[in-house]
């Protein structure tokens, strides 16, 4: 049972463009949410997380938004560049089944940014 | 650089072996997270310890077991290997509060022949 879904392979954008990354999950006790980078020959790297309580989570170029009705989560990088061409994970926890005494978390398959110069 | 050290960065080894593989969290973290990458998968968690104790389990094998020592480094020993098993296998860290990423080590590549 998938519970986090990048139903997106890859995705090819120009330099300078928005770039948008999408996420769904199934399981409604996640309450943290994440985005990681991963390039190849090294381990996935955090970009920006969110919280349940939040909507919206922005860091310079990268904003994370969620919507929690829809169980839907997106990475918004504006604007792309060349270096951001990585694959791209999203991640969920639910922190609160082991009182907080787990960070464990379920990722999604990833999607391939390439972005051409 | 996470801080989290993994050893060796790659492995090959034959069907029927058994590897260790190593990992040293980030200072100051108390939980280490094994995770399991198989080619085109995602990342799959093994299994998390917290301060020398386990303290969730995933999707891992009976052949695979781990530990963490009171220096607070971590083994992942794989046993009675099989082709399938060849894969990149990472490790975390995080703190101890919940809603802390996870820092991850840059994995060891097993391969199984």
Known sequence: ?117 | DSGVTQTPKHLITATGQRVTLRCSPRSGDLSVYWYQQSLDQGLQFLIQYYNGEERAKGNILERFSAQQFPDLHSELNLSSLELGDSALYFCASSSESGGSPLHFGNGTRLTVT
């Not at chain 1, 986090?4 to 995705?11: A, G, I, M, R």
């Not at chain 1, 169980?71 to 969920?92: E, M, R, T, W």
Request: aromatic residues 12%; neutral net charge; charged residues 15%.
């Open chain 1, 1 to 117: 049972d998938q519970q986090v879904k990048q139903n997106s392979p890859s995705l090819s954008v120009q330099e300078g463009r928005i770039s948008i990354l999408n996420c769904d999950y199934t399981n409604s006790m996640f309450d943290y949410f994440l985005w990681y980078k991963k390039y190849p020959a090294e381990g996935p790297t955090f970009l920006i997380s969110i919280s349940s309580i939040k909507d919206k989570n922005e860091d310079g170029r990268f904003t994370v938004f969620l919507n929690k009705s829809a169980k839907h989560l997106s990475l918004h990088i504006v604007p792309s560049q060349p270096g951001d061409s990585a694959v791209y994970f999203c991640a969920a926890s639910a922190t609160m089944n082991y009182g907080g005494a787990t960070n464990k978390l379920i990722f999604g398959t990833g999607t391939l940014l390439a972005v051409q110069p």
